[in-house]
């Protein structure tokens, strides 16, 4: 199993590519407020945001 990411930071946006057994599949976009998981490091999460530097979620959203 591999996997890799690309990740965008102007256009704020990742993409990960997961190795199937016909090889790499077409890729799987992760929007700037989503966490990353990555199948090849169980129980790691990476928030794009941060890496993005940019505002989580949570900082983002406006209570009424």
């Known amino acids: 199993m591999g996997e890799y990411l690309v990740i965008d930071p102007l256009e ?4 990960r590519f997961q190795l ?4 790499f599949d077409k890729g799987s976009v992760v929007a700037p407020d989503e966490v990353i998981t990555l199948a090849t490091l169980p129980g790691v999460q990476i928030p794009l945001w941060e890496v993005l530097d940019l505002p ?3 900082e983002t959203d406006t209570a009424p």
């Open 12 to 15: 704020h946006y990742a993409m």
């Open 20 to 23: 199937t057994p016909d090889g």
């Open 56 to 58: 989580g979620p949570a």
